[in-house]
């Protein structure tokens, strides 16, 4: 059973600070990984990830992807009140998108 | 912003009643998508389509039917609404199929409580 795996749950930090989210995924016919985040409504997209090592940078965010550890991380710089939010990771095959649980970043200003 | 409006954005309804959401796009794209969100789930895929009338189950999909008869309206159907099916719904669009390593982009969401 393909399986998304995220950490942590949830965290609160304060504004400026560093954030890292990690995703693990086992997944059949992998094909990338994807990040969104979710405020109030939809999930909006961030990035997507199908090479190894090559970092994807938007802002402050940037994220990087690992297929031989079968990881990714998000990393959100200089953390504003307006990245407070829902950030989901999912992986894509040949079939579907499966996602984890998500973690729930809380910027105290 | 993808053209994806649901509706309707909130419901309450009874145990055993059938409950019709709408998805609507103007984006004109192939393949639409009905997940749930509930806590600690993420989001789960519950029936998606690859054109008009072309339908496939989700991982989850007991309980709930799809139609799509016209490439901008997927509809999804709680033949019979349970408590167990409380929870917000997406809807997400993609011009082609997850082999073209495409993302999927999300409408706003219904939530729905059945009480």
């Known amino acids: 059973e393909d399986k998304v795996v995220q950490s942590p749950l949830s965290l609160v930090v304060h504004e400026g600070d560093t954030v890292t989210l990690n995703c693990s995924y086992e997944?059949?016919?992998?094909?990338?990984l994807l990040w969104y985040k979710q405020e109030k409504k939809a999930p909006t997209f961030l990035f997507m990830l199908?090479?190894?090592?090559i970092e994807k940078k938007s802002g402050r965010l940037s994220s990087i992807l690992d297929k031989k550890e079968l990881f990714s991380i998000l990393n959100i710089t200089a953390t504003q009140t307006g990245d407070s939010a829902i950030y989901l990771c999912?992986?894509?095959?040949?079939?579907?998108?499966?996602f984890g649980a998500g973690t729930t970043v809380t910027v105290r200003a | 912003d993808a053209g994806i409006t649901q509706s309707p954005r909130h419901k309450v309804t009874e145990t055993g009643t059938p409950v019709t959401l709408r998805c609507h796009q103007t984006?004109?794209?192939?393949?639409m998508y009905w997940y749930r969100q509930d806590p600690g789930h993420g989001l789960r895929l519950i029936h998606y389509?690859?054109?008009?009338?072309?339908?496939d189950k989700g991982e989850v999909s007991d309980g709930y039917s799809v139609s799509r008869s016209k490439t901008e309206d997927f509809l999804l159907t709680l033949e019979s609404a349970t408590s167990s099916q409380t929870s917000v719904y997406f809807c997400?669009?993609?011009?082609?199929?997850?082999?073209?390593?495409?993302?999927?982009?999300f409408g706003d969401g219904t939530r729905l409580s059945i009480l």
């Open positions: 984006e004109n794209h192939r393949y």
């Open positions: 199908t090479s190894s090592g």
């Open positions: 389509s690859y054109g008009v009338k072309d339908t």
């Open positions: 997944v059949t016919n992998f094909r990338s």
């Open positions: 999912a992986a894509l095959n040949d079939y579907k998108l499966s």
């Open positions: 997400a669009i993609s011009e082609y199929g997850t082999v073209s390593n495409q993302p999927q982009h």
